[in-house]
């Protein structure tokens, strides 16, 4: 965190997200994220470009898999600073995926596509390491997996 308000993190911290320590079903993230927020930005504003988000990340799919990247539970992290920049922390169900070049890519064009954002970083992270727990319920029926 730092001093000057246009660069603090606005929707969430890493306390404040699941999956930064332990892992949370995936339909739980948007209220935490509402939660975490430290945002100069309307309530009102703040939820819908949450929700934007959360929409657009959804269109993205990893190819192995019929389930969105949301839903799958790949998405750890998500902040907008009070310039609207966002920054993503997302992982791979695999370290070796063969799409980890371009998954973050995607993410980057669909979150880009969100109205009214500024600018959109994605990192790769691999801690905590993704299992199956952090699937949410809709991706466990998708997967017959219930």
Not at 99 to 127: L, R, Y
Not at 128 to 134: A, G, H, K, L, V
Request: charged fraction near 25%; proline fraction near 8%; aromatic fraction near 4%.
């Amino acid at each position: 965190m730092t001093d000057n308000p246009t660069q603090e993190p606005t929707i969430a911290d890493e306390a404040a997200v699941p999956g930064a320590d332990q892992p949370a079903p995936c339909a739980e993230t948007i209220e935490s994220i509402r939660e975490g927020s430290k945002s100069t930005l309307s309530d009102d504003r703040l939820e819908q470009m949450t929700a934007d988000i959360v929409a657009a990340i959804k269109t993205v799919y990893d190819p192995e898999i019929p389930v969105d990247i949301y839903e799958l539970g790949l998405i750890y992290r998500v902040d907008i600073d009070n310039d609207s920049n966002v920054t993503v922390d997302m992982t791979l169900t695999a370290p070796g995926c063969p799409v980890a070049g371009e998954m973050p890519i995607w993410v980057q064009n669909a979150v880009s596509g969100v109205d009214g954002i500024q600018s959109v970083v994605v990192n790769m992270v691999f801690d905590p390491p993704w299992d199956m727990s952090r699937l949410s319920e809709l991706a466990r029926i998708e997967l017959n997996m219930f």
